[in-house]
């Protein structure tokens, strides 16, 4: 079974859906300063966001390290321009529900977190 991420933003006046490994993002409504860490509460969904500034890091496998499938090889640097709000937590089905107005979970509860 895999978990949904799922990436509401309401509170930037955008809604964005994350499945697997691809993220949607929407920027507007940063903080004046790039403060990692720094919450905001979403009165829609009743989640809590954390903000992430730009940055650049290495991803995929360390040298030597031969516990890793082929697509994580070589490591690579990457770079986001723009920081980005995610939530904090696992999207819980309630919400979920609230704002696609629907719920694809198998295994039912409104603090579970939303299945896929």
């Not at 929407?26 to 905001?40: E, K, L």
């Not at 031969?66 to 089905?93: A, M, R």
């Not at 919400?95 to 198998?106: E, F, K």
């Amino acid at each position: 079974m895999r978990i949904l991420w799922l990436l509401l933003t309401p509170i930037l006046g955008a809604s964005a859906l994350a499945r697997d490994d691809s993220v949607t993002v929407a920027t507007r409504s940063q903080p004046t300063a790039a403060v990692v860490g720094i919450t905001r509460l979403n009165s829609r969904d009743g989640q809590t966001y954390v903000w992430i500034p730009g940055a650049t890091f290495t991803m995929g496998c360390s040298p030597g390290d031969n516990e890793c499938f082929d697509d994580e090889k070589p490591s690579h640097q990457v770079s986001i321009s723009e920081g980005y709000w995610i939530g904090q937590t696992l999207v819980t089905q309630a919400a979920y529900q609230q704002i696609a107005g629907t719920d694809p979970s198998r295994f039912k509860g409104e603090q579970l977190p939303v299945e896929w």
